[in-house]
């Protein structure tokens, strides 16, 4: 399964292309997408959805997998990221790729084992599941690569108890 995991943003969308075909999954790609602050909206929205167009294209994910929007003091950096959220789902369902929504509790809870994991935690631990020379750097990227680890982790456990189901409903 080839998954592309999402932070998303207006000045910074992190991205993480991972590929779980293997024992460990690996990141092929790995980054973020940034748009100029001094920008019109409209042209930033079409910037990054542009370049999330062109991830789609180059890495065909079987699934996007994006960390929902659970909480915002500041209501002006909520907006932009759920436009930014917006634009990254719709180009996902144009290129027909299936959307997957996580909290940001949820991720830390699959990628370090509980909810309440610090930004550091958060990028050790993505760093060793992707046996990754450095931390990955800027957070965003880290935080789209835990998003994207997260589905992985939810996929086998979903498949294993569909096997194990199987079994049980054969026997």
């Known amino acids: 399964m080839f998954v592309l995991g999402v932070d998303p943003g207006l000045s910074r969308c992190g991205y993480c292309c991972l590929d779980t075909g293997g024992r460990k999954p690996v990141a092929r790609s790995?980054?973020?997408?940034?748009?100029?602050?001094?920008a019109?909206?409209?042209?930033?929205?079409?910037?990054?959805?542009a370049d999330i167009r062109g991830l789609i294209e180059c890495h065909r994910p079987d699934v996007l997998a994006i960390e929902r929007i659970f909480f915002q003091v500041n209501v002006q950096t909520a907006m932009s990221v759920g436009q930014a959220s917006g634009v990254v789902m719709a180009e996902a369902g144009a290129a027909g790729v299936g959307v997957v929504e996580y909290t940001p509790n949820q991720v830390k809870e699959a990628v370090a084992g509980h909810g309440?994991?610090?930004?550091?935690?958060m990028i050790r631990m993505v760093q060793m599941l992707l046996d990754l020379s450095r931390p990955p750097r800027p957070a965003d990227a880290a935080d789209a690569a835990a998003v994207a680890l997260t589905h992985a982790a939810h996929h086998r456990m979903t498949a294993a108890a569909a096997t194990a189901t199987d079994r049980v409903?054969?026997?």
């Open 30 to 38: 790995l980054g973020v997408i940034t748009t100029p602050p001094t």
């Open 40 to 49: 019109p909206i409209g042209d930033r929205l079409a910037e990054l959805q």
């Open 169 to 171: 409903v054969q026997s």
């Open 116 to 121: 309440s994991a610090g930004k550091d935690q």
